[in-house]
């Protein structure tokens, strides 16, 4: 069975910073791209960082430029976000996905994600 | 950047077909993928590449995509499917961003 366990999420001051895991199985973690998206209490959908199969690529969405770092250790089967410099609006579940790409003429054409982590809720207050 | 737009509600009885529609400039020209969300659950795939269906997803929901909207069609509806949905492409122009949709709240009445 393909499984996807977030864990690191908490209540954390602004400024402060959070590492978020994410244990992978049931399938062949070092041959996928890998994502975090988030969701704020009662809000929609937020990608929030892309990492390629080796790490070689990483890209983020403009609002954590600077303060996320996605990585992952395809040896433990492991994905992770290091979260620094954290604000109110950090506020959110955040999933973990595995991103499924489609290649023309070399090229990612198209990705989705699929599947999902159950999430790790992150709450940055004072 | 690139934007989806979905209706935030959309209403259906029964047994009846639901249209839940994205809307983005020559969306048409990208591959647009929906999920389904209900409530304190994580989102699930139910339809990728406009009209694919993952396995285990009832033929019931069906997609399209043509100039400038994409429609995720539920057909006979079922009280289970009431839940939020959201729509999302691949944004190869704008520093390999993926974009998510509003998401729209499917009541069954």
């Known amino acids: 069975e393909v499984q996807l366990v977030e864990s690191g999420g908490g209540l954390v001051q602004p400024g402060g910073s959070l590492r978020l895991s994410c244990a992978a199985s049931g399938f062949t973690f070092s041959s996928y791209w890998m994502s975090w998206v988030r969701q704020a209490p009662g809000k929609g959908l937020e990608w929030v960082a892309n990492?390629?199969?080796?790490?070689?690529?990483?890209y983020y969405v403009d609002s954590v430029k600077g303060r996320f770092t996605i990585s992952r250790d395809n040896a433990k089967n492991s994905l992770y976000l290091q979260m620094n410099s954290l604000r109110a609006e950090d506020t959110a579940v955040y999933y973990c996905?595995?991103?499924?790409?489609?290649?023309?003429?070399?090229?990612?054409?198209?990705?989705?994600?699929?599947?999902w982590g159950q999430g790790t809720l992150v709450t940055v207050s004072s | 950047s690139y934007v989806l737009t979905q209706p935030p509600s959309v209403s259906v009885a029964p047994g009846q077909t639901a249209r839940i529609t994205c809307g983005g400039n020559?969306?048409?020209?990208?591959?647009v993928h929906w999920y389904q969300q209900k409530p304190g659950q994580a989102p699930v795939l139910v339809v990728y590449?406009?009209?694919d269906r993952p396995s285990g997803i009832p033929e019931r929901f069906s997609g399209s995509n043509s100039g400038n909207t994409a429609t995720l069609t539920i057909s006979r509806v079922e009280a289970g499917d009431e839940a939020d949905y959201y729509c999302?492409?691949?944004?190869?122009?704008?520093?390999?961003?993926?974009?998510f949709g509003g998401g729209t709240k499917l009541t069954v009445l």
């Open positions: 999302q492409v691949w944004d190869s122009s704008s520093d390999r961003h993926v974009v």
């Open positions: 020559n969306i048409g020209s990208k591959s």
């Open positions: 990492i390629k199969q080796d790490g070689s690529e990483k």
């Open positions: 590449d406009d009209s």
């Open positions: 996905a595995s991103f499924v790409i489609a290649v023309a003429d070399s090229t990612v054409r198209t990705g989705w994600f699929d599947p």
